[in-house]
């Protein structure tokens, strides 16, 4: 799984009532974008160091067009 | 004091495809209550030996289910260089008690609540060292002379 700076995650709830989390990537550590990430959690603005697992959906913002 | 000074024990790791009696063994060999799930080296999940009372034997998982049907999905690490308040508030604010330590992308350790507290009991003994003898032994001030 590979991100950039600015990509947005999100991470599924996994029980019945519990919300999906949603953050950016602020920056990848590892080779290529690979993790671990610094991430904001959105909910709290709260910056963690993050492995993400798999049922982490990153998803790359398009670049804007004219 | 910064985090990497605070590690006490090497982290431990398994692949996804291990099992949950392996994780158990590994928790009795290693003497920690915490395993790292990794593939390919890259943290995908950790399991405890809480994780294995509640999600395995509680629902009569067998020992040789793969690991992955019990971890907690994503790591949430702390960088080896940061100062050791930070993992203070990571612990304030995260339900868990266990935080691997992150060198560059490579997890070198964890810490656990279970360690500050000991550091912490150690600082206390330090500081009431003086209060301690005042408390156990203690005795008048001396009398100024009275003049002849």
């Known amino acids: ?66 | 004091m910064r985090v990497r000074d605070a590690i006490r024990k090497n982290p431990q790791m398994l692949p996804s495809s291990a099992t949950v009696g392996d994780a158990a063994r590994l928790m009795d060999e290693a003497g920690v209550g915490a395993v790292i799930v990794a593939d390919e080296g890259v943290p995908v999940g950790i399991v405890t030996d809480r994780d294995l009372v509640l999600r395995a034997l509680a629902r009569e998982v067998p020992p040789d289910a793969r690991l992955d049907a019990v971890m907690s999905l994503g790591v949430v690490c702390i960088d080896a260089d940061r100062d050791l308040h930070d993992a203070v508030l990571l612990f304030s604010t995260y339900p868990f008690r266990r935080l691997p330590v992150v060198a560059g992308h490579v997890v070198i350790g964890m810490i656990t609540v279970d360690d500050l507290l000991v550091d912490l009991i150690g600082d206390l003994a330090n500081v009431t060292r003086g209060l301690t003898a005042q408390v156990l032994f203690g005795h008048a001030e001396p009398r100024p002379p009275v003049p002849a």
């Open chain 1, 1 to 66: 799984m590979r991100a950039r700076a600015g990509d947005r995650l999100m991470i599924k709830g996994h029980h019945v009532g519990e919300a999906e989390r949603h953050g950016v990537v602020v920056e990848a550590r590892g080779a290529d974008g690979a993790p671990p990430w610094v991430v904001r959690w959105e909910d709290s603005d709260h910056e963690v160091l993050f492995f993400p697992g798999p049922d982490a959906i990153v998803e790359h913002p398009q670049p804007a067009t004219s």
